[in-house]
């Protein structure tokens, strides 16, 4: 593991845990390019046939593929054995629906984003346009995105950075799903470079807000 500081030239190692489609990990491995704190060096995969799969291997990115269900202790055991041997740093849930073991090396580098402003609209179950739903139905005028430390509980780990988005009269669950998903692009990458260089998290459990424009 690099463990990359202030000082270090050397990018950290990002996992990145999908479920799906692979927007977050196409996103994290564009951004890669530009920055130098990390790079994206795994995918691991709850379903073997999902778009991240293919968007790993067409850019020889090693995977894990595991039943994180059925098989979850047995999952969490070579998942960890694979992790070191890969050498990784910061483990980053983007899209990754099922439950994510807590692995030890990796407790305090465990990352997730929430598509809305938590505490409010998480939990279990609470996903995709579930969640833009339930905003909607709430009335709010704002929503965003959320990026918090994983713990054993769903989205109630430690929230890191959260960026606000405007919730529009004219708003569906798919043009509000849009909105908090183009600031979760700028966000996800800014934190997590922001992190490895140890400029976040803030002092005394503070949250940095962005404003969606801003990011």
């Excluded at 991240?52 to 850019?59: C, D, K, L, T, Y």
């Excluded at 939990?123 to 833009?132: A, I, L, N, P, T």
């Excluded at 709010?140 to 959320?146: C, E």
Aim: with cysteine; net charge neutral; aromatic share 8%.
């Amino acid at each position: 593991m690099t463990h990359q500081s202030k000082d270090s030239m050397l990018p950290a190692k990002l996992a990145i845990a999908v479920s799906g489609g692979g927007r977050s990990l196409a996103n994290f491995i564009a951004r890669s390019q530009s920055v130098s704190e990390f790079q994206v060096a795994a995918v691991i995969a709850s379903t073997p046939n999902c778009r991240g799969v293919s968007i790993a291997r067409e850019h020889g990115i090693p995977v894990f593929v595991g039943d994180f269900v059925k098989d979850a202790d047995v999952t969490a055991h070579a998942l960890e054995e694979w992790l070191l041997s890969q050498n990784i740093d910061w483990i980053v849930l983007a899209g990754f629906i099922k439950r994510f073991p807590v692995l030890k090396p990796w407790q305090h580098r465990l990352i997730n984003i929430h598509p809305a402003l938590l505490p409010e609209f998480g939990g279990k179950g609470m996903y995709g346009d579930r969640v833009h739903a339930a905003v909607l139905a709430a009335g709010r005028d704002v929503s965003g995105a959320t990026v918090h430390f994983v713990n054993d509980h769903y989205d109630e780990g430690a929230i890191i950075a959260q960026a606000v988005v405007p919730v529009l009269p004219s708003d569906d669950t798919h043009s509000l799903a849009d909105r908090v998903f183009a600031a979760e692009c700028k966000l996800y990458p800014e934190v997590m470079r922001r992190l490895i260089n140890g400029t976040l998290p803030l002092p005394s459990g503070a949250i940095e807000r962005y404003n969606h424009e801003r990011l």
